[in-house]
């Protein structure tokens, strides 16, 4: 397996043709690297990102493969690794390259002192997405090498053993849910939407090996995210049997008392539509519940004296204690704050949030051009920012893409819940005008839920800039 350490993976000439004449030869086709796959964003620190090669050898990853990590500036010692894993077929395998630079998600590794993880499969269009989103075909073993190879560069080896939070849409819900049963004693918790590994094998696609249920993975909360589209409602059309799927896959972790809910879309197929909403709380909550309190322990489990139970697909939740239908039909939600939510999102997915995001920081003008940072509200993004001359409104900066899978969201989101490329810029360029100089600029972040920051320091305009 060769690997690169640079942003950006050469090939050259000979090594074309070294794969090439070796992929014709081999019994396992190995897929080199090509667009859409080499081009994305530069990985500075705090990013890092290391590529691995093709492999024509039988059970190693036969796709390249980038995998990128931000790590919070303010970790001296990561706790965890949030996987943001996308799904099937090259569009969405593309999308997997901005996945690492996502503020939201951000947002939320920075919480909890935890790095975002995203890697990006370099599949061809008529490829079979079965040679990465079972793990078992070499990128479960290509992922813990990437955690190895990152922590050296990153100065924080300790991301080769710390505990995995892993959400997964289409072949990444069967590539999460893969990991949690091959490697339960390291996943702290997963969100699987819109896919999920089988237990029984499928006679149309016997290339696909049922998984065993360890003991282990029952300790292991877990959040089934079909979109109603997919055969809950609609029972016909491409993505009809996710639900069938889905249905076999809580009932038998279920059935054994394992903590696996289902929270059904009820506004989309297989588009990720507002569903980050409630993952990201899910994955937040399930991180306060079971990191280890001290570097190098053991995952905790989860108190099941506060859970809540519903109806498997239902809307209304109640207190385990006080539910009288079937547990082990029902799907379990940790707590009644998550459950609140939960009860949102089932409905209309308008999860609640009433906090403030925080204000913009590092404002300044250079050359005419107004530039800023944020952080996003961990529970609801950013939408977009608003620019002030002095007390007057002069400029909304805002995604030019329309998110038809969800909220204006200020990144843009492509299919598999990434934001789109090139990214957006926090920077206005302001009026080239005399009576200008001597202005004073502010800037707020507005979220996803119309929430406003607390407005930025001013900043003054003079001749020099």
């Known amino acids: ?113 935890c790095a975002l993880l995203s890697p990006a499969y370099e599949q061809p269009a008529d490829a079979n997405c079965q040679l990465w989103c079972d793990p078992r075909n070499g990128s479960s073993a290509s992922f813990k090498q990437a955690l190895i190879d990152l922590g050296k560069m990153s100065e924080h080896p300790e991301l080769a053993t710390v505990p995995w939070a892993l959400w997964g849409h289409s072949g990444g819900g069967h590539w999460a849910g893969g990991m949690v049963l091959l490697h339960p004693e390291q996943v702290a918790a997963a969100w699987l939407r819109s896919g999920v590994p089988l237990f029984e094998g499928n006679p149309d696609r016997p290339e696909i090996k049922p998984y065993d249920l360890p003991d282990q993975a029952l300790h292991v909360p877990m959040m089934c995210n079909p979109g109603t589209q997919e055969g809950v409602t609609i029972k016909e059309g491409r993505f009809a049997r996710v639900w069938p799927a889905n249905e076999v896959f809580f009932e038998k972790i279920r059935a054994r008392g394992g903590l696996i809910g289902v929270a059904v879309d009820p506004l989309t197929s297989h588009e990720c539509g507002n569903q980050r909403y409630l993952a990201i709380r899910w994955i937040d909550q399930c991180l306060e519940l079971r990191l280890p309190k001290e570097s190098g322990g053991s995952l905790q489990r989860i108190d099941q004296g506060q859970a809540w139970l519903a109806a498997t697909p239902g809307f209304l939740a109640r207190p385990a204690a006080e539910y009288t239908d079937d547990p082990k039909l029902s799907t379990w939600l940790p707590s009644e704050k998550f459950a609140k939510l939960w009860m949102q999102y089932v409905k209309d997915t308008q999860v609640e949030d009433l906090t403030n995001p925080p204000s913009p920081y590092a404002i300044k003008i250079a050359s005419g051009v107004l530039t800023w940072s944020a952080k996003a509200d961990v529970e609801s993004g950013i939408e977009k920012f608003l620019v002030y001359q002095g007390d007057e409104l002069i400029a909304e900066v805002k995604s030019d893409s329309i998110n038809r899978f969800g909220r204006p969201v200020f990144q843009g989101l492509l299919y598999s819940d990434t934001p789109t490329l090139p990214l957006n810029l926090m920077r206005y360029t302001l009026p080239n005008t005399e009576k200008d100089l001597g202005s004073r600029y502010r800037v707020v972040t507005v979220n996803t839920v119309g929430q406003h920051s607390e407005p930025s320091v001013e900043v003054v305009r003079d001749r020099s800039r």
Not at 3 to 30: E, H, N, P, R
Not at 59 to 71: D, H, R, S
Request: proline residues 5%; contains cysteine; charged residues 20%.
């Open 1 to 113: 397996m060769k690997k690169y350490w640079v942003g950006v993976s050469i090939f050259d000439w000979y090594s074309l043709c070294f794969l090439a004449v070796t992929a014709m030869l081999s019994s396992v086709t190995a897929f080199a690297q090509t667009p859409p796959y080499d081009q994305f964003p530069d990985a500075e620190p705090p990013y890092y990102r290391v590529r691995y090669d093709a492999s024509t050898n039988e059970g190693e990853l036969a796709f390249g493969v980038n995998y990128t990590v931000w790590i919070p500036e303010n970790a001296e010692t990561v706790r965890g690794v949030i996987v943001h894993q996308h799904g099937c077929g090259e569009g969405s395998c593309k999308s997997g390259l901005s996945g690492a630079f996502d503020l939201h998600w951000q947002a939320l590794a920075e919480k909890h002192r």
